[in-house]
T-cell receptor
Framework: DVKVTQSSRYLVKRTGEKVFLECVQD?????MFWYRQDPGLGLRLIYF???????EKGDIPEGYSVSREKKERFSLILESASTNQTSMYLC?????????????FGSGTQLSVL | DQQVKQNSPSLSVQEGRISILNCDYT??????FLWYKKYPAEGPTFLIS?????DKNEDGRFTVFLNKSAKHLSLHIVPSQPGDSAVYFC?????????????FGKGTKLSVIP
């Protein structure tokens, strides 16, 4: 069965801390994505990666960075957490193709920055 | 500029009746459309999709209709069940090399009343 695993379901961090969100997929997907979901704003793309060591900015990359050292793992890094980064973070993956591929999502990490 | 719009933030329907969720898009290059369902504290799960070469796709209680000339799609759920209560996201993509992303709407919260 298809699986995207996010390391934490809930995280509480303090302002200014460096935060790592980890995501692992077992489907040998080329593409991996990080979204955040906020009420009334839907799903917004932060960063994505279409290959190992490759990364592309999404719609809201400010304050975030990513790392993809292995195909199955995609990490989201908050360099200095701020309260406006309190959100539900969702990792997703998909096959590389000519487009039209569905995304498979993890269960999400609810991050609270105090 | 919002390319995928779900203009109804919420919808309430009686159990057993039809639920109709609507989605409009502005980018005429979009040629693949998906619906995702999301329960609280969980990641979105794929529900149903449609290619622009079709105008209807059916899967059990779920049917998606696409009207390309109006740039409009809708999801019909018949009959609606309490377990259908969730947030539904419409998403769209452009096929072709270099296409990796889905563009999501802001979601519609469906409440099915027993």
């Amino acid at each position: 069965d298809v699986k995207v695993t996010q390391s934490s379901r809930y995280l509480v961090k303090r302002t200014g801390e460096k935060v790592f969100l980890e995501c692992v997929q077992d489907m040998d997907h080329e593409n991996m994505f990080w979204y955040r979901q906020d009420p009334g704003l839907g799903l917004r793309l932060i960063y994505f990666s279409y290959d190992v060591k490759m990364k592309e900015k999404g719609d809201i990359p400010e304050g975030y960075s990513v790392s993809r050292e292995k195909k199955e793992r995609f990490s989201l890094i908050l360099e200095s957490a701020s309260t406006n980064q309190t959100s539900m973070y969702l990792c997703a993956s998909s096959f590389a193709s000519r487009g039209g591929e569905k995304l498979f999502f993890g269960s999400g990490t609810q991050l609270s920055v105090l | 500029d919002q390319q995928v719009k779900q203009n109804s933030p919420s919808l309430s329907v009686q159990e057993g009746r039809i639920s109709i969720l609507n989605c409009d898009y502005t980018n005429s290059m979009f040629d693949y459309f998906l619906w995702y369902k999301k329960y609280p504290a969980e990641g979105p799960t794929f529900l149903i999709s449609i290619s622009s070469i079709k105008d209807k796709n059916e899967d059990g209680r779920f049917t998606v209709f696409l009207n390309k000339s109006a740039k409009h799609l809708s999801l019909h759920i018949v009959p609606s069940q309490p377990g259908d209560s969730a947030v539904y996201f419409c998403a769209a993509s452009v096929s072709g090399a270099g296409s990796y992303q889905l563009t999501f709407g802001k979601g519609t919260k469906l409440s099915v009343i027993p």
